[in-house]
């Protein structure tokens, strides 16, 4: 592949990565606007049941029952469960936390994958990558700061979260060796669906008005449109490149938080803000320098 070629996929691979962020952003901003009306467990399996029939809806014909075969179903159950465990928890999260403050700490996902690797994995983390995971928690505790607007029983959510979506992040590492990514996003959504469903009929409740069925309905599209997005943009670039720009997400939430909700984060909040996303991206440009290799001859 020559060397424009190449630079056209990663700049593809960007684009594609901002466009997931802001439907993600998107997406909490519709859970957290539910929340207030629908049941947490339905508005869950709304969630899941959009992108379950969607994603069959699109990739069936496309690619019939090549999709479903998989060399591991238990680590794609497993995984699905990772993934409705993270989303219960950011459905109860955002009914009590503000939207920008609450993205900013699920983003520290990344740097507890760092933590996980060295501690269960038994993988080597240089001194350097230490300190990025230890400048991450620190802005997490300057949002969560004793005192603060957010500090209460309502911190164990988004950190409980943050541990599913670290394990979810490193199991999905480990299936992308041997698994297609539209595979693992088939199971992922009818996974959640199917457990979700479990539950719902205790939680169904009829809705007050057609309105709330129209931000459900958002709700899945964005999430839905934004995981396929990541997908897409992950067969263009690694993710060592696109990572830094996950945490576009931060000024995505921070906007929708500021027009929908009136939610404008104070100016310490804002500095963990910033220290969270600098360690991020640092981690990511880290993996960049370590993997780095020489680039071979443009192909002519």
């Known amino acids: ?60 014909p496309r690619y019939g029952v090549a999709v479903l075969r998989t060399e591991h179903p238990r680590y794609q159950l497993l995984r699905g469960s990772l993934l409705l465990a993270s989303s219960t928890l950011a459905f109860l999260s955002l009914r009590h936390m503000p939207l920008a403050e609450f993205t900013s700490i699920v983003l520290i996902a990344p740097l507890v994958v760092t933590l996980f690797a060295a501690t269960v994995l038994k993988e080597e983390v240089s001194p350097l990558r230490w300190a990025l995971v230890a400048g991450g928690f620190a802005g997490t505790l300057v949002i969560l700061r004793p005192g603060g607007t957010v500090f209460s029983w309502v911190i164990l959510l988004p950190l409980g979260l943050v541990v599913t979506n670290a394990w979810f992040q490193v199991l999905t590492s480990r299936l992308a060796r041997t698994e297609k990514p539209l595979t693992m996003h088939f199971y992922s959504g009818w996974v959640g669906t ?23 309905c958002l709700m899945g599209f964005m999430g839905t449109v934004g995981h396929l997005f990541l997908i897409l943009a992950y067969q263009r670039a690694p993710a060592s490149t696109l990572t830094p720009y996950l945490y576009g997400q931060i000024g995505f939430a921070m906007l929708t938080g500021w027009v929908m909700f009136a939610q404008v984060p104070d100016l310490t909040s804002l500095v963990g803000m910033a220290l969270i996303a600098v360690c991020g991206a640092a981690g990511a440009w880290l993996t960049v320098r370590e993997r780095k290799e020489p680039i071979e001859p443009a192909e002519s």
């Open 1 to 60: 592949m020559s060397r424009d070629r190449e630079s056209e996929r990663t700049l593809a691979g960007i684009g594609l990565v901002v466009l997931a962020v802001a439907c993600f952003a998107v997406l909490d901003t519709t859970a957290k606007l539910s929340t207030s009306a629908v049941p947490i467990l339905m508005g869950v399996w709304f969630r899941y049941a959009f992108q379950a029939v969607a994603t069959t809806l699109v990739l069936l």
């Open 194 to 216: 199917l457990i979700a469903s479990v539950a719902l009929p205790f939680a169904w409740a009829p809705l007050p008005g057609w309105h709330w069925w129209a931000i459900l």
